[in-house]
C-alpha cells in the first residue's frame, strides 16, 4: 500500500469514527471514560514513548547473537613508468571481498543486565500508563457528576418556575377580588422575573458543564449532547460504600497504587544501573571469525596467459578465528565515579519511594476527612431541605388566605432554593468523594 492510499484509509478511518461520535447524543458514564482513554493525546502520547522500552528490550536480547558483516571492494589502477611517465600495460583492477563476524563472549554479564534494565524500565512506563489512565477516568467521574448536578439543579429550577407562575395566576385573582393589593402582583412578578434569570443561569451553567465533560473526552462538541442518569445512591448507600477506615485503605492502597509500584521498580532500577556501573571493572572477551579472498585483473602466468578470476578467489581464500581480550587497568577514576553516583541515585529512590507512601498516606486521609465531611454535610443539607419545604408549604397557605405578603413569600422561597441547591450540590459531592475512595481501593469507578 503506498503512502497516498495509506494517508486516504487513515483519513476515511477518523472521518468514520468521528461520524459515529456526532451521531451519538446520549452517553453513559462508561463510554465517556472509555472514549476519553481512546482519544487523550497524552495517553496516546505515553503509550508511544512506552514502545521504546519495548524496543529496547529486544534490541538488548538480539545483542546477545553474533554479527555478521559482508565488506567487497573493487579497485581500478592505471600506472605510468616512472622513467619516461608513459602509460603503463599492467592497468587493472584489484577485488577484495569478505565476511565478518563476532561474538561477545564475557563482559561482567553486562548484556544480561541491560536486558534486565529495560525490561524494568518498560514495565515502568505501563505502571505510569495505568496511573494516568486512572486519573483521567476519575476526572471524567468528576465532570460526568457535574452535568447531573445541573440536570437535578434545572429539574427543581424548572419545578420553581412552574409554582411561581401558578402563584402569578393565584396572586392575579386575590388582586382582582381585593384581597391582596396591587403591590403583592408588581412583587410576584419581580419573584417571577427572578426565578427565571436563576433558571436561565442553571441552563448555562449545565452547558457549560457539558462541554467541559466533551473537552475531556476530546471529542468534537456535540449539538444535543446529553447524558444517562445512574442512580445515585441515598445517603445510607454511601455510608454503607465508605465505611472503611482511612488505615485500610491505605494498607489496600500501598501495595496497589501505580506510583508506590512506579517508585518500587525504580529502586530496582538504580540497583540495576550500578550492577550495569560495575560491569566495567571486568575484562571483556570476544571471539571473532574472518573469510576472505582476493584477485587481480593484473595477475598473469607464465606464458602470458590471464590468471582466471575465479581461480584467483578460490586460491586466495582464507579463514581466520580469534579471541580478543580486554581487560581494564586504570581509566582515571571512571568506573569507580559511575558506580557511586549510581549508589546515590538508588538512596535518591528509597527517598521517593517513601516520599511517596507519605503523600499518599496524606492524600488518604484528606479524601477520607473530606467524605465524612462531605456526608455530614449531605445529612444536614437533607434536613434543612426538609424543614424548608415544609415552611414553604405553610407559607403558600397563607399568602393564599391572605395572611401573608408576596415579599414575606419570596423570602420563604428563598430560602428553600437555597436549601434545594445545597443539598443538591452536598449530594453529589459526597458521591464523588466516596468515589475518590473507591479510587484508593482500587474499586470500579462505574
Same mark, same amino acid.
Given at each position: 500500500?503506498?503512502?497516498?492510499?495509506?494517508?486516504? #484509509?487513515?483519513?476515511?478511518?477518523? *472521518?468514520?469514527v /468521528?461520524n459515529?461520535? $456526532?451521531a451519538?447524543?446520549?452517553? !453513559?458514564? @462508561?463510554?465517556?471514560v472509555?472514549?476519553a #482513554?481512546?482519544?487523550?493525546?497524552? *495517553?496516546l502520547? /505515553?503509550?508511544?514513548? $512506552?514502545?521504546?522500552?519495548?524496543? !529496547?528490550? @529486544?534490541?538488548?536480547?538480539y545483542?546477545? #547473537?553474533?554479527?555478521?558483516?559482508f *565488506?567487497a571492494?573493487?579497485t581500478?589502477?592505471?600506472?605510468?613508468?616512472?622513467?619516461?611517465?608513459?602509460?603503463?600495460?599492467?592497468?587493472g583492477?584489484?577485488?577484495?571481498?569478505? *565476511?565478518?563476524?563476532?561474538?561477545?563472549?564475557?563482559?561482567?554479564?553486562?548484556?544480561?543486565?541491560?536486558?534486565?534494565?529495560s525490561r524494568?524500565?518498560?514495565e515502568?512506563?505501563?505502571i505510569?500508563?495505568?496511573?494516568?489512565?486512572?486519573?483521567?477516568?476519575?476526572?471524567?467521574?468528576y465532570?460526568?457528576?457535574?452535568?447531573?448536578?445541573?440536570?437535578?439543579?434545572?429539574?427543581?429550577?424548572?419545578d420553581?418556575?412552574?409554582?411561581?407562575?401558578?402563584?402569578?395566576e393565584?396572586t392575579?385573582?386575590?388582586?382582582?377580588?381585593?384581597?391582596l393589593?396591587?403591590?403583592?402582583?408588581?412583587?410576584m412578578?419581580?419573584?417571577?422575573?427572578?426565578?427565571?434569570?436563576?433558571?436561565?443561569?442553571a441552563?448555562?451553567?449545565?452547558?457549560?458543564?457539558?462541554?467541559?465533560?466533551?473537552?475531556m473526552?476530546?471529542?468534537?462538541?456535540?449539538?444535543?449532547?446529553?447524558?444517562?442518569?445512574?442512580?445515585?445512591?441515598?445517603?445510607?448507600?454511601?455510608?454503607q460504600?465508605g465505611?472503611s477506615?482511612?488505615?485500610?485503605?491505605?494498607t489496600?492502597?500501598v501495595?496497589?497504587?501505580?506510583?508506590?509500584?512506579?517508585?518500587?521498580?525504580?529502586?530496582?532500577?538504580?540497583e540495576?544501573?550500578?550492577?550495569?556501573?560495575?560491569?566495567?571493572?571486568?575484562?571483556t572477551l570476544?571471539?571473532?571469525?574472518?573469510i576472505?579472498?582476493?584477485?587481480?585483473?593484473?595477475?598473469?602466468?607464465l606464458?602470458?596467459?590471464?590468471?582466471?578470476?575465479?581461480d584467483?578467489?578460490?586460491?586466495?581464500l582464507?579463514?581466520?578465528?580469534?579471541?580478543?581480550?580486554?581487560?581494564?587497568?586504570f581509566?582515571r577514576?571512571s568506573?569507580?565515579a559511575?558506580?557511586?553516583?549510581?549508589?546515590?541515585n538508588?538512596?535518591?529512590?528509597?527517598?521517593?519511594?517513601?516520599?511517596?507512601?507519605?503523600?499518599?498516606?496524606?492524600?488518604?486521609?484528606?479524601?477520607?476527612?473530606?467524605?465524612?465531611?462531605?456526608?455530614?454535610?449531605?445529612?444536614?443539607?437533607?434536613?434543612?431541605?426538609?424543614?424548608t419545604?415544609?415552611?414553604?408549604?405553610?407559607?403558600?397557605?397563607?399568602?393564599?388566605?391572605?395572611?401573608?405578603?408576596?415579599?414575606?413569600?419570596?423570602?420563604e422561597?428563598?430560602?428553600?432554593?437555597?436549601?434545594?441547591?445545597?443539598?443538591?450540590?452536598?449530594?453529589?459531592?459526597?458521591?464523588?468523594?466516596?468515589?475518590v475512595?473507591?479510587?484508593?481501593?482500587?474499586?470500579?469507578?462505574?
Amino acid at each position: 500500500m503506498n503512502c497516498k492510499a495509506l494517508s486516504t #484509509l487513515l483519513l476515511s478511518l477518523t *472521518l468514520y469514527v /468521528n461520524n459515529n461520535i $456526532n451521531a451519538q447524543t446520549t452517553w !453513559n458514564l @462508561k463510554q465517556c471514560v472509555d472514549t476519553a #482513554l481512546t482519544r487523550n493525546t497524552a *495517553l496516546l502520547k /505515553n503509550k508511544t514513548g $512506552n514502545e521504546i522500552n519495548n524496543i !529496547n528490550i @529486544k534490541e538488548a536480547r538480539y545483542k546477545q #547473537l553474533p554479527d555478521l558483516s559482508f *565488506l567487497a571492494s573493487e579497485t581500478y589502477n592505471h600506472f605510468f613508468n616512472p622513467t619516461d611517465f608513459s602509460e603503463n600495460t599492467q592497468d587493472g583492477t584489484i577485488g577484495s571481498y569478505g *565476511l565478518n563476524t563476532s561474538l561477545l563472549i564475557y563482559n561482567g554479564g553486562l548484556l544480561k543486565k541491560k536486558i534486565e534494565q529495560s525490561r524494568l524500565s518498560y514495565e515502568v512506563g505501563e505502571i505510569d500508563l495505568d496511573a494516568l489512565r486512572k486519573d483521567i477516568s476519575l476526572n471524567i467521574v468528576y465532570a460526568y457528576l457535574q452535568v447531573l448536578y445541573g440536570y437535578e439543579q434545572i429539574e427543581t429550577d424548572r419545578d420553581l418556575m412552574e409554582k411561581k407562575k401558578k402563584q402569578f395566576e393565584n396572586t392575579q385573582l386575590l388582586v382582582t377580588y381585593g384581597k391582596l393589593p396591587q403591590a403583592s402582583l408588581s412583587q410576584m412578578k419581580a419573584q417571577l422575573a427572578s426565578q427565571q434569570y436563576t433558571l436561565t443561569k442553571a441552563e448555562n451553567e449545565l452547558y457549560s458543564a457539558k462541554v467541559d465533560l466533551m473537552l475531556m473526552m476530546e471529542i468534537p462538541l456535540i449539538d444535543g449532547f446529553e447524558v444517562e442518569k445512574p442512580h445515585v445512591p441515598d445517603s445510607n448507600e454511601l455510608q454503607q460504600t465508605g465505611s472503611s477506615s482511612s488505615k485500610d485503605i491505605f494498607t489496600f492502597a500501598v501495595k496497589n497504587q501505580p506510583e508506590i509500584k512506579s517508585a518500587e521498580l525504580n529502586i530496582k532500577i538504580s540497583e540495576m544501573n550500578t550492577r550495569i556501573a560495575q560491569s566495567a571493572y571486568y575484562p571483556t572477551l570476544n571471539l571473532t571469525g574472518n573469510i576472505g579472498t582476493t584477485h587481480s585483473s593484473a595477475n598473469k602466468v607464465l606464458g602470458g596467459f590471464s590468471y582466471a578470476v575465479n581461480d584467483q578467489i578460490k586460491d586466495n581464500l582464507s579463514t581466520s578465528v580469534g579471541l580478543s581480550l580486554q581487560v581494564p587497568i586504570f581509566n582515571r577514576w571512571s568506573t569507580k565515579a559511575n558506580v557511586q553516583r549510581y549508589q546515590l541515585n538508588k538512596q535518591t529512590a528509597i527517598i521517593e519511594k517513601k516520599y511517596a507512601e507519605t503523600q499518599l498516606r496524606k492524600e488518604i486521609e484528606q479524601a477520607y476527612t473530606d467524605m465524612t465531611v462531605a456526608s455530614r454535610n449531605f445529612e444536614s443539607a437533607l434536613e434543612y431541605v426538609k424543614a424548608t419545604k415544609e415552611t414553604f408549604a405553610n407559607a403558600e397557605l397563607k399568602y393564599n388566605s391572605g395572611l401573608m405578603t408576596a415579599l414575606d413569600l419570596m423570602n420563604e422561597r428563598n430560602s428553600l432554593i437555597s436549601a434545594t441547591s445545597q443539598y443538591i450540590q452536598a449530594k453529589y459531592q459526597f458521591f464523588f468523594k466516596v468515589k475518590v475512595l473507591d479510587f484508593y481501593q482500587g474499586k470500579p469507578l462505574y
